[in-house]
């Protein structure tokens, strides 16, 4: 793989009309710009990188991406690094506490979740999905975005953290508006419309329904999670991040009644 990329960094120098010394010159005006010699791609090691699958550090990777004028992620992909697999590999992880995830996915990337028979699936629809559903496939996470992506971020909820099953399951993937900050006491109909908050308090983070009332933030947890509220002093030891607006769960747990504790997660 990393001989692959090699030469097509080559073939691209080439097309350019580049040569070594024109490639390594441009590489110390970056490591300059930069104040760090890591940057600089010398002679002899551009023609290791090209013809014999040397890879490269990522500072040397950010030089040659910025002189070819390639996409950084891209030549990434080229090494084996696929950004767009971010979302599958943190599923497979078995992190027991929640935690937000600093990642904001491409339009084009996809995350793990069931896909039907013909490929097609009418978001705007009720749907069936148990005739139709094969397996667990790829669907674009552009699919669950809502009309202002650049203020959205997501978090996993912790493999242990039953706080508000079961309306969102242990290991879930959530979507988080954080212009929605502000704590609403009521205006809802049911604890479906009830709007559920990601917290971050002094020993991590949570979900919950919330309440704000003398100074205090009060975390509620749905009443079939048996695990206790909590309340915290509000601003100050809880900070409300913003409210939870779409969630990917799988719906096959098997609660463990005697294994899970009835403390709140951390």
């Not at 950010?62 to 599923?91: C, H, K």
């Not at 206790?228 to 601003?235: C, D, N, R």
Request: hydrophobic residues 40%; glycine residues 6%; contains cysteine.
């Amino acid at each position: 793989m990393s001989l692959e990329a090699g030469r097509t960094l080559r073939r691209v120098r080439e097309q350019l009309k580049l040569r070594y010394r024109e490639v390594e010159e441009c590489s110390q005006l970056i490591a300059k710009r930069h104040a760090s010699s890591e940057f600089a791609v010398g002679l002899s090691r551009l023609a290791d990188i090209e013809n014999r699958g040397t890879v490269p550090s990522i500072y040397r990777l950010y030089s040659l991406s910025t002189i070819y004028g390639l996409n950084f992620q891209e030549v990434m992909r080229w090494y084996g690094v696929n950004f767009d697999l971010f979302p599958q590999d943190l599923a497979a992880l078995k992190i027991p506490s929640s935690r937000p995830v600093n990642h904001q996915p491409a339009a084009s990337a996809y995350a793990q979740v069931p896909s039907t028979a013909d490929g097609v699936i009418d978001i705007k629809k009720t749907s069936f999905l148990s005739r139709h559903i094969k397996s667990w496939g790829k669907l674009p996470l552009a699919l669950v975005k809502t009309l202002n992506p650049e203020s959205q971020r997501y978090a996993l909820i912790g493999l242990e953290d039953w706080s508000m099953y079961p309306l969102i399951a242990p290991g879930s993937f959530v979507q988080i508006d954080e212009t929605k900050r502000r704590v609403s006491n009521s205006g809802w109909a049911d604890d479906h419309t009830r709007p559920i908050y990601f917290i971050e308090h002094r020993h991590g983070f949570r979900c919950g329904w919330c309440s704000e009332r003398k100074g205090m933030l009060i975390v509620q947890t749905h009443s079939s999670s048996q695990v206790p509220a909590e309340v915290f002093e509000f601003p100050g030891e809880a900070e409300v991040i913003g409210q939870v607006v779409a969630v990917a769960m799988r719906l096959d747990w098997e609660r463990p009644h005697r294994k899970r504790s009835s403390a709140a997660p951390k």
